[in-house]
């Protein structure tokens, strides 16, 4: 079956430092890969997606690249900040048939000043 | 796109009892889905619930402990029987929206904790 694979946590880094959180994945044909962003307290927001092959997420400056080649979509900001501090969720689903997500175990990411 | 609030927020429980969360939507929607984050935990899928049919339930999870409801396309209720320490958790509520490319939106959770 489907699954995700993600970067175990916790991270903690400096504020302005460069950020990459991995996500690999596991499915039949080509799913679409998603990465959540679960701030303190809060629930689940999409932070960015990729549908095919090739695409590149964005968002907040946050980036992700879909990696067809190495079922990879890895999680990156060139420069965090305090305000980033939360729970990162990568997540897939299929592009036809169900539309139930699969996520991975999350990774706690934590920016000192 | 789609606005979800869930009632109640949080709660505390007794052993034993059976606590019903409620999802609202802003528009209507056809897929809802139940989720259960346990602490330090991924998101697992309890169910999809459809408007007008039974709704479909994940493996290790079964109707009697979590009865579903979904009366319309804009509302749905989970019901958490005959709770234990073990469904102590947080319970969010999810949709599909066809309008945002069939993007999944998230409520703010119902944080049960169970004594």
């Known amino acids: 079956g489907d699954s995700v694979t993600q970067m175990e946590g916790p991270v903690t880094l400096s504020e302005e430092a460069f950020l990459t959180i991995n996500c690999t994945y596991t499915?039949?044909?080509?799913?679409?890969l998603f990465w959540y962003v679960q701030y303190p307290g809060e629930g689940l927001q999409l932070l960015l997606k990729?549908?095919?092959?090739?695409d590149k997420g964005s968002n907040k400056g946050f980036e992700a690249t879909y990696r067809k080649e190495t079922t990879s979509f890895h999680l990156e900001k060139g420069s965090v900040q305090v305000s980033d501090s939360a729970v990162y969720f990568c997540?897939?689903?299929?592009?036809?048939?169900?539309?139930?997500?699969?996520f991975g175990t999350g990774t706690r990411l934590t920016i000192i000043p | 796109s789609a606005v979800i609030s869930q009632k109640p927020s949080r709660d505390i429980c007794q052993r034993g009892t059976s606590l019903t969360i409620q999802c609202q939507v802003d528009?209507?929607?056809?897929?809802m889905f139940w989720y259960r984050q346990q602490p330090g935990q991924s998101l697992t899928l309890i169910a999809t619930?459809?408007?007008?049919?039974?709704?479909?339930?994940e493996s290790g999870f079964v109707i009697d402990k979590f009865p579903i409801s979904r009366p319309n396309l804009t509302f749905s209720t989970l019901t958490v029987s005959n709770m234990s320490p073990e469904d102590s958790s947080i319970y969010l509520c999810?949709?599909?929206?066809?309008?945002?490319?069939?993007?999944?939106?998230f409520g703010p959770g119902t944080r049960l904790t169970v004594l």
């Open positions: 999810s949709v599909t929206d066809g309008r945002s490319y069939n993007e999944q939106f």
């Open positions: 499915a039949t044909g080509y799913p679409s």
């Open positions: 990729a549908t095919k092959a090739d």
């Open positions: 997540a897939l689903r299929p592009n036809f048939g169900n539309e139930k997500l699969t």
């Open positions: 528009s209507q929607v056809t897929m």
């Open positions: 619930a459809n408007q007008g049919s039974e709704a479909t339930y």
